[in-house]
C-alpha cells in the first residue's frame, strides 16, 4: 500500500511558490510527485539516464542500494535463493504470493504443455548463420511467437490470456536459447521431455543429443536454479523499464519482452556476464597483469570499464553477487573442477575493493561478476550468457508487464526534451530532388 500524499514540498519557480505532493512507499521511500509540474509551472525536469525518476509505483521488488536489500514481494532474496525453486519464484513475482501445492503443480504441468515450439518456427533456425548471437535470435524468436497467436495480440488481453501468454513466454524461452545453441554448433536440434521439470528439462535440450540422453547433474540444477532465482526481477532497470515502455503503448506482451531482451543484450546490462568472462580470458592471456586492467579502468581518457563491477543503484555489495560468488565456489568444488578464472576473478576483486578509486565510487562486483564461472562449470558457451540472463529475467518482465496493464495510473511512456539545436531557419534549395 502506497500512503496517500501526507506533506507537501515547496518550489520556488520565477518568484512563484508551487507546492509538490510527496509520495512515500510503504518502505518510506520519499518522491516528489511532479505529474503537474509542466501545466502549472511550464518547467520540465532533466534527470540524465533517469537516476532520480521514479516512473511508475510497484509492489513486485524492493532493493536498497545504499545497504544492499534486495526483497521480492517482500520476502529477502537470501531466503528465497535458499529455499524457492526458479518456478515457485517465478509465480511469486507474477502472482504476488508463493503457490500452494495444487498451483505449483498446475502451474509446472503448463509449462510441459507449452515447452515445444511450432514444428515451423523450428525451420526459422535453419535460416540464421551458425555466428548468430542467440541474444538476437532469442528476441526475434519471442516477437514472432506471437505470430502463432494472432487471437492474443490485441490491446486488452483479459486475465486468462496474460497467464497464458505468460506460461508460453517462460516455457518456450529456454527452448529457443537451447535450440539456438544446438544450431551454433551445427547439430540437429533436441526436443523436451515431458518426464523432466523445468532446468533438467533446459539442460536436456541444451546437451542431449538425438542417440545420446545427457546426464542431469543434479549440483548443477541446484547451481542453475540459484543463478535464475536471483536474476529474475531487479525493479526499474534498464530492459524492465524497456519492457514498460513499449507495452504503455498497448503493444502486447510477446513484443514488449522482445523489446526487453534487447535492451538486456547490451554490454552495461545483462551482457557483462559475457564481457566479464571475455574481459579475464584477456588479462589471463597476458600473464594476469591485474593491475594493469585496473589502471585503465580508472584512466579517465580511457573508456575501458572493469566488467562485473560497479551498479546504478547497489552502493554496497550487491546482495545477489554474495550469493552467486559462494555458490560458485561450492559447485566448483562439488563437481571437483579447478577454474583457473574464478583464482583470477578473486584476485582481481581482491585488488579492485582495496583501491581508492573504486572505494571512492562505490563500486563494488554485481550479479554478472561470477555468474560465468557458474554458467562454465555446466558447459554453457560464452557467448550464451546473456541469454541465460534472459532466462532468468523473463518473470520479472512479466510480473512488470502485468501490474503496469493493470494499474489505472498507466500511460503511455513519453518523455519530454531540452531541444538544443538550430533556431528556426529557411529551407533552402539544394537541387536534390
Ligand atoms: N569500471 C571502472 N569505472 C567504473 C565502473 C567500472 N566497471 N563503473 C562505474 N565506473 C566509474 C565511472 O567511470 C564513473 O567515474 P567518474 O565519476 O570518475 O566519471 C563512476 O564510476 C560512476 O559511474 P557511472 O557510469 O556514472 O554509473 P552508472 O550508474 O551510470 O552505471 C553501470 C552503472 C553498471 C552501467 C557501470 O557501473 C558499469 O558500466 N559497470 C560495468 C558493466 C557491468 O558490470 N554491468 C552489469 C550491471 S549488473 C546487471 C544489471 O543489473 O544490469
Not at 10 to 29: H, N, Q, S, W
Request: charged share 25%; hydrophobic share 35%.
Amino acid at each position: 500500500m502506497v500512503d496517500t500524499p501526507a506533506e507537501n514540498v515547496k518550489l520556488i519557480v520565477d518568484g512563484k511558490t508551487f507546492e509538490l505532493p510527496v509520495i512515500t512507499g510503504t518502505e518510506k521511500e520519499k518522491a516528489i510527485d511532479i505529474s503537474n509540474l509542466r501545466k502549472d509551472t511550464g518547467y520540465i525536469t532533466l534527470d540524465n539516464g533517469y537516476a532520480n525518476t521514479g516512473s511508475c509505483k510497484s509492489a513486485i521488488t524492493f532493493l536498497d542500494g545504499e545497504v544492499g536489500i534486495l526483497r521480492y514481494r517482500g520476502i529477502p532474496i537470501e531466503q528465497i535463493a535458499e529455499n524457492s525453486t526458479f518456478l515457485e519464484t517465478s509465480y511469486l513475482l507474477i502472482y504476488g504470493d508463493l503457490p500452494t501445492k495444487t498451483q505449483l503443480t498446475n502451474f509446472s504441468k503448463s509449462f510441459t504443455k507449452h515447452a515445444a515450439i511450432h514444428k515451423d518456427m523450428e525451420k526459422f533456425f535453419e535460416g540464421y548463420p551458425a555466428t548468430g548471437h542467440p541474444m538476437g535470435i532469442l528476441s526475434a524468436m519471442v516477437v514472432s511467437l506471437g505470430a502463432y497467436y494472432p487471437e492474443l495480440i490485441k490491446p486488452e488481453p483479459s486475465k486468462e490470456e496474460i497467464d497464458l501468454i505468460a506460461v508460453e513466454l517462460l516455457a518456450k524461452v529456454r527452448t529457443i536459447c537451447a535450440h539456438s545453441y544446438k544450431k551454433s554448433i551445427g547439430k540437429p536440434l533436441v526436443g523436451p521431455r515431458d518426464d523432466l521439470q523445468y532446468i533438467p528439462n533446459f539442460l536436456h535440450m541444451m546437451f542431449s543429443t538425438k542417440t545420446k540422453d545427457y546426464k542431469i547433474v543434479p549440483e548443477m540444477v541446484d547451481a542453475l536454479q540459484t543463478v535464475l532465482i536471483l536474476h529474475a526481477d531487479h525493479e526499474q532497470n534498464c530492459s524492465t523499464s524497456t519492457v514498460r515502455m513499449v507495452g504503455s503503448s498497448w503493444a502486447n506482451l510477446f513484443a514488449s519482452v522482445s523489446a526487453g531482451i534487447c535492451a538486456l543484450w547490451g554490454p552495461l546490462h545483462g551482457g557483462a556476464n559475457q564481457e566479464v568472462i571475455e574481459m579475464l580470458e584477456v588479462i589471463q592471456k597476458d600473464g594476469g597483469n591485474i593491475q594493469k586492467y585496473i589502471n585503465k579502468a580508472k584512466d579517465s581518457n580511457d573508456n575501458y570499464r572493469l566488467m562485473g563491477f560497479g551498479h546504478r543503484v547497489y552502493k554496497n555489495y550487491d546482495p545477489r553477487a554474495k550469493i552467486i560468488k559462494k555458490r560458485a565456489h561450492d559447485l566448483l568444488k562439488k563437481l571437483g573442477i579447478k577454474d583457473p578464472l574464478l583464482d583470477l576473478a578473486v584476485t582481481l576483486e581482491d585488488a579492485v575493493l582495496k583501491d581508492d578509486y573504486f572505494q571512492q565510487r562505490k563500486l563494488y562486483p554485481n550479479v554478472d561478476f561470477y555468474s560465468g564461472i557458474i554458467y562454465r562449470a555446466i558447459g554453457i558457451p560464452t557467448k550464451m550468457f546473456p541469454a541465460m540472463f534472459a532466462i532468468g529475467r523473463m518473470p520479472g518482465w512479466i510480473a512488470n508487464w502485468k501490474e503496469m496493464k493493470e494499474s489505472s495510473e498507466t500511460r503511455i511512456g513519453r518523455p519530454r526534451q531540452i531541444y538544443t539545436g538550430r533556431l528556426t531557419r529557411d529551407y533552402v534549395p539544394m537541387n536534390n530532388r
